[in-house]
T-cell receptor
Framework: EAGVAQSPRYKIIEKRQSVAFWCNPISGHATLYWYQQILGQGPKLLIQFQNNGVVDDSQLPKDRFSAERLKGVDSTLKIQPAKLEDSAVYLC????????????FGSGTRLTVV | QKEVEQDPGPLSVPEGAIVSLNCTYSNSAFQYFMWYRQYSRKGPELLMYTYSSGNKEDGRFTAQVDKSSKYISLFIRDSQPSDSATYLCAMSVSSNTGKLIFGQGTTLQVKP
């Protein structure tokens, strides 16, 4: 079974620039998550999709972050404009369904904002 | 106050030691408790999953939940250098949400 694919692995941008991250979940997984992990902290949920609908985006800074899940499969997370405090690892995870805590995480995209 | 507190360590032990990792939490509504292991520059991977109070054992790993004390533990027996990683506890209030609240992680180093 292929894992959760994320790209790019690393990205360095200047503040106020925009950036996008891509995630391809495990085939057949209905639920997709984007988590933000700041250095030295645990992951924090940004947004959760069930198929192509948003279930929870309560912690997504909507003035600068946006996300979509095309046709209930791939997902992109965008930041525009980026701030220094957005420097973090952005982790995508998927699970069979909402009640399945057996997440599979991707390796993440490490973003550095300078 | 954070919902989930975890000592960041680092914790350094000799190979073969018994390791105890702990988390405390403030939200009494948490019912689902997990431990994830995260190697450097990798995503977290699920180690143990427990519902409500009690113990669960899987090989060298034992998870304990004490809801009355709002305290969970992960024990690693016969620790190996390959166990060197960051261990994250995670919790959820409901079986329907999927949303996890993570602790900040404890970094463990097992020395040969």
């Amino acid at each position: 079974e292929a894992g959760v694919a994320q790209s790019p692995r690393y990205k360095i941008i200047e503040k106020r620039q925009s950036v996008a991250f891509w995630c391809n979940p495990i085939s057949g997984h209905a639920t997709l998550y984007w988590y933000q992990q700041i250095l030295g902290q645990g992951p924090k949920l940004l947004i959760q999709f069930q198929n192509n609908g948003v279930v929870d985006d309560s912690q997504l800074p909507k003035d600068r972050f946006s996300a979509e899940r095309l046709k209930g499969v791939d997902s992109t997370l965008k930041i525009q404009p980026a701030k220094l405090e957005d420097s973090a690892v952005y982790l995508c995870a998927s699970s069979l369904d909402r009640g399945d805590y057996g997440y599979t995480f991707g390796s993440g995209t490490r973003l550095t904002v300078v | 106050q954070k919902e989930v507190e975890q000592d960041p360590g680092p914790l350094s032990v000799p190979e073969g030691a018994i390791v105890s990792l702990n988390c405390t939490y403030s939200n009494s509504a948490f019912q689902y408790f997990m431990w994830y292991r995260q190697y450097s520059r990798k995503g977290p991977e699920l180690l143990m999953y427990t519902y409500s109070s009690g113990n669960k054992e899987d090989g060298r790993f034992t998870a304990q939940v004490d809801k009355s004390s709002k305290y969970i533990s992960l024990f690693i027996r016969d620790s190996q250098p390959s166990d060197s990683a960051t261990y994250l506890c995670a919790m959820s209030v409901s079986s329907n949400t999927g949303k996890l609240i993570f602790g900040q992680g404890t970094t463990l180093q097992v020395k040969p």
